[in-house]
């Protein structure tokens, strides 16, 4: 769920040109913020998801390049907070601050069954795989796709929404771990800013005060 902070910018630009302690501060309290998350969202990834034992182990059908294997320390690893502006979007936007689940691995365990209980749409093995459809799924079985889900979420437990809205992201992760903070996480970086903006400002008009 992306938060606007309108003149977000101007504020950093000003901070690092007249108090570039104000701005190391800042992103401290927020990486602090950040962190808590992420050390939440670490906790949750099991060794093991019972049940689907074989994810673990390279084979016919877990562990190839096109379904990547399980592997808990990977998943953990690859839960991180960035700090790092991304490009403008196209919608004019610049995200500053993200939650990251970067594994594959990981991504799936976050949002397995968001598209639907079932899974992808079975087509059974029979099917020419030669331009096969990623969102298909050519498993023997045509409940692999339940099966895969409900021990995710046995396991894991269910994915969580960030807010009310249903066009919101679920995950059962990272996402779950933010969504257990209960707005906490934001209002923190938002503290954060207003705090270093505050104190800019004084001591600008401090330095005017001087001056004049």
Same mark, same amino acid.
């Given at each position: 769920?992306?938060?606007?902070?309108?003149?977000?910018?101007?504020?950093?630009?000003?901070?690092?040109?007249?108090?570039?302690?104000?701005?190391?501060?800042?992103?401290?309290?927020?990486?602090?913020?950040?962190?808590?998350?992420?050390?939440?969202g670490?906790?949750?990834v099991?060794?093991?998801?019972?049940?689907?034992?074989?994810?673990?182990e390279?084979?016919?059908?877990?562990?190839?390049?096109?379904?990547?294997?399980?592997?808990?320390g990977?998943? #953990?690893?690859? &839960?991180?907070?960035?700090?790092?502006?991304s490009?403008?979007? !196209?919608?004019?936007? $610049? /995200? +500053?601050?993200?939650?990251?689940?970067?594994?594959?691995?990981?991504a799936?365990?976050e949002?397995?069954?968001n598209?639907?209980?079932?899974?992808?749409?079975?087509?059974?093995?029979?099917?020419?795989?030669?331009?096969?459809n990623?969102?298909?799924?050519?498993?023997?079985?045509?409940?692999?796709?339940r099966?895969?889900?409900?021990?995710?979420?046995?396991?894991?437990?269910?994915?969580?929404?960030?807010?009310?809205?249903?066009?919101?992201? #679920?995950?059962? &992760?990272?996402?779950?771990a933010?969504?257990?903070?209960?707005? !906490?996480?934001?209002? $923190? /970086? +938002?503290?954060?800013?207003r705090?270093?903006?505050?104190?800019?400002?004084?001591?600008?008009?401090?330095?005017?005060?001087?001056?004049?």
């Amino acid at each position: 769920m992306p938060v606007v902070l309108k003149g977000y910018l101007d504020t950093v630009r000003a901070l690092r040109r007249v108090n570039p302690d104000l701005y190391k501060e800042m992103n401290r309290e927020i990486r602090s913020a950040l962190q808590e998350v992420v050390t939440d969202g670490k906790s949750r990834v099991p060794a093991t998801i019972p049940g689907l034992s074989q994810w673990s182990e390279p084979n016919k059908y877990f562990g190839t390049q096109n379904f990547p294997k399980w592997n808990s320390g990977v998943v #953990r690893r690859g &839960i991180q907070y960035s700090t790092k502006a991304s490009s403008i979007n !196209r919608a004019g936007y $610049k /995200v +500053m601050y993200s939650l990251l689940n970067r594994s594959h691995a990981g991504a799936i365990a976050e949002t397995a069954g968001n598209m639907g209980a079932g899974g992808q749409l079975w087509v059974g093995s029979g099917v020419d795989k030669t331009f096969q459809n990623r969102k298909q799924s050519h498993s023997n079985n045509p409940n692999a796709g339940r099966h895969f889900i409900d021990s995710i979420n046995r396991e894991i437990g269910p994915t969580k929404r960030i807010g009310a809205e249903k066009k919101n992201r #679920r995950g059962r &992760i990272l996402i779950a771990a933010y969504e257990a903070q209960q707005g !906490r996480t934001i209002d $923190k /970086v +938002m503290a954060a800013i207003r705090k270093a903006e505050t104190r800019a400002n004084a001591v600008t008009s401090r330095n005017v005060g001087i001056a004049a």
